[in-house]
């Protein structure tokens, strides 16, 4: 039976030995955002690194020229630990997807450095388009995990939780094509695409009285014309769905269509609608996966709340694959994700020693994964018991 100790204070040695190369990183990312399915930056920044750091490394891995598979070490069990580096349009990384980036890094050659041979393999697998085109709905579909035994990951934000609850969301592009017409001299002749699209939206907000306050329905108008003296005869929408559970998202869906068609009926408009190819699952976090992190984080001087709500992930979709652990954690910022003062606070010399505490305890918790055969079989077990319950 290996020392755990022993093998804990290797995780943490190389995790700070590490430290500043991997500060580099991040602000080199930080510095260069890339949206959805664009990360070639960022791509090639983590691949290199890895690669110098004895992993084997398969670039443009899946079908997806930025995502990558990276593997070191030999043996049963192999546990995934992911990366996601894309930003968000106009606000740069303003979800500190940077931050785990190389917060995945971290928890890679930790292991790598703690790990004999033969005790296992360690997956460092970089996913695409978190934020919208789900990369790992793709790398699931590309039979990604299939020989993975567990996967997991961070994720900043303003609170320290190993187990955040997500909703599971979709999303709904509407378009109402209407006819032009001269707004005065003869708007009679026209249909108005845009008058469609503001009822629809009146409608979801009457919509929002009559489902669970723990669901979630949020738009933009992608356009909404082109002059005020023309009768608008195209109009155009994104449409987010969210809600706890698979199942009552699904039903939530056709609602909100409803709201659509209504308003098509009533202006004559046409509607033409899509829902998303990729819609995100809510998290299943591991019980006893998470229960040894939040142990981990405990003892490095953190104190975890017990539960957070959170947006959605396309980890969710990879928690009903394989046993998952997706924790947040705090990094000091004056607003939360999305919005600009936590891009700010995702290049703080703060919130990378946030990333390191978490990082370090995420290897421990992973550590025993590999170590103690027991918490690799209640990971196992607590997974097939939530497969169960939710239907298979
Ligand atoms: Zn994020
Ligand atoms: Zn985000």
Request: charged fraction near 20%; aromatic fraction near 6%.
């Amino acid at each position: 039976m290996p020392d755990l100790e022993d093998r804990r204070r290797l995780a943490t040695n190389a995790i700070e030995d590490a430290s500043e190369a991997l500060r580099t990183i991040s602000l080199d990312i930080h510095a260069n955002p890339e949206t959805s399915f664009e990360e070639h930056h960022a791509h090639a920044v983590l691949t290199d690194f890895l690669e110098t750091r004895g992993f084997e490394v398969n670039r443009g891995a899946y079908g997806m020229d930025t995502a990558f598979r990276a593997i070191v070490g030999s043996g049963e069990p192999t546990v995934a630990v992911m990366c996601e580096y894309d930003a968000l349009p106009g606000l740069g990384h303003a979800c500190g997807h940077n931050l785990i980036a190389i917060a995945g890094l971290a928890v890679g050659l930790a292991l790598q450095s703690a790990l004999e041979p033969g005790e296992g393999t360690i997956a460092v697998l970089g996913s695409p388009a978190e934020e919208g085109g789900g990369g790992k709905i793709r790398m699931i579909e590309a039979g990604a995990f299939e020989e993975i035994d567990a996967a997991v990951m961070l994720h900043p934000g303003l609170e320290d939780c190993a187990a955040p609850r997500t909703l599971a969301a979709r999303q709904l592009s509407v378009r109402f094509h209407g006819k032009a017409a001269h707004a005065a001299a003869r708007p009679w002749e026209g249909v108005n695409a845009l008058d469609a699209m503001i009822l629809a939206f009146n409608a979801v907000g009457l919509l929002r009285q009559q489902v669970e306050p723990t669901t979630r329905i949020h738009g933009i108008i992608t356009e909404g014309g082109t002059a005020t003296n023309i009768i608008p005869d195209y109009t155009s929408a994104i449409f987010g769905v969210r809600a706890p559970t698979l199942a009552q998202r699904t039903a939530l869906e056709p609602r909100l269509q409803a709201c659509f068609e209504g308003a098509a009926e009533q202006t004559g408009a046409r509607l033409e609608h899509r829902w998303g190819r990729t819609p995100y699952a809510d998290l299943q976090s591991n019980t006893p996966l998470a229960a040894g992190y939040e142990r981990h984080l405990r003892a490095l001087g953190a104190d975890p709340l017990p539960e957070r709500a959170s947006g959605s992930t396309d980890m969710g979709n990879v928690s009903y694959e394989v046993p998952s652990l997706h924790p947040g954690y705090a990094i000091p910022s004056e607003a939360g994700n999305h919005n600009a003062a936590f891009t700010e606070a995702a290049a703080t010399e703060e919130a990378h020693a946030r990333t390191i505490r978490a990082a370090t305890a995420l290897a421990h918790a992973t550590l025993d994964l590999y170590l103690e055969p027991d918490v690799l079989e209640a990971a196992k077990a607590d997974f097939a018991e939530m497969k169960a319950s939710q239907g298979g």
